[in-house]
C-alpha cells in the first residue's frame, strides 16, 4: 500500500497488488461502514485507490492507516494473501536448508575436534552452506545485500582460503539470525491477518 495524499481528516491510498473484485469491495466497504470515524470512503477499481475521509477527533492517522493496511492483504475474497503462502512456503524450504548446513558444519567441526578431519565432508558442507545462503531471500530484490552474504564475502577476505568452513559458519550463524527475523515478519503478517477476519 502506498499513501497517495494525506491531510488531516483525509487520505488516499494506492494498492498495487489487491484486486478490486465485487467481494473484496464489498468487504472493504463493510469494514469502512463498521469503522467508528469513517466519515465517508470512494472504491476506484479501475486505479486501484481508496479514498478516506475520517475524523480526525475520533480516530487517528496511524489507526486509519492499520485499517487500510489489511486490505492489501486480500486476495479476490480470500483472508489469506498469496503473499503470505508463498512467504510461508519459502520460509520452510530455507530453514530446511539451514538445518542441513547446520547438521554438515557441526558434524564437520566435531570431526576435527576429535582430530579426524574430512576434507571432503568440509568441502560439502562449506558448499552447502554458500548455496544456502545464497539462496535466501527475494530473487527480485537481489541478494548481495544480504546480512549472510555480505558476511561471506567479508570472512572469506579476512580469514582467507584455508580457513572456509569458518567463513561458511560465520554466515550461517547470521543466516540463523536473519531466518529470525523472517519468522517474526511472517508472525506479524499473520498477526494482521487475523485482526482482519
Request: glycine fraction near 6%.
Amino acid at each position: 500500500m502506498l499513501i497517495l495524499h494525506e491531510i488531516p481528516g483525509r487520505i488516499r491510498v494506492y494498492y498495487e497488488t489487491l484486486v478490486f473484485s465485487e467481494k473484496n469491495r464489498r468487504r472493504i466497504q463493510g469494514n469502512l461502514a463498521q469503522k467508528k470515524g469513517i466519515l465517508s470512503f470512494r472504491v476506484e477499481p479501475r486505479i486501484t485507490t481508496l479514498t478516506v475521509r475520517y475524523d480526525p477527533a475520533v480516530l487517528d492517522l496511524n489507526e486509519v492507516v492499520r485499517t487500510l493496511l489489511v486490505f492489501q492483504l486480500y486476495n479476490d475474497g480470500e483472508h489469506i494473501s498469496r503473499t503470505y503462502v508463498q512467504g510461508q512456503k519459502s520460509f520452510e524450504r530455507e530453514v530446511q536448508r539451514s538445518a542441513i548446513s547446520g547438521i554438515l558444519l557441526a558434524a564437520s567441526f566435531g570431526l576435527k575436534l576429535v582430530g579426524y578431519p574430512n576434507v571432503l565432508l568440509d568441502t560439502f558442507a562449506t558448499v552447502f552452506t554458500g548455496y544456502t545462503i545464497l539462496s535466501h531471500g527475494d530473487r527480485r530484490k537481489g541478494r548481495f545485500h544480504h546480512p549472510d552474504v555480505l558476511t561471506a564475502f567479508i570472512t572469506s577476505f579476512t580469514l582467507g582460503p584455508k580457513k572456509m568452513t569458518e567463513v561458511a559458519l560465520t554466515s550461517w550463524v547470521i543466516n540463523l539470525l536473519e531466518l529470525i527475523n523472517d519468522y517474526q515478519k511472517l508472525n506479524n503478517h499473520q498477526a494482521l491477518l487475523q485482526k482482519s477476519i
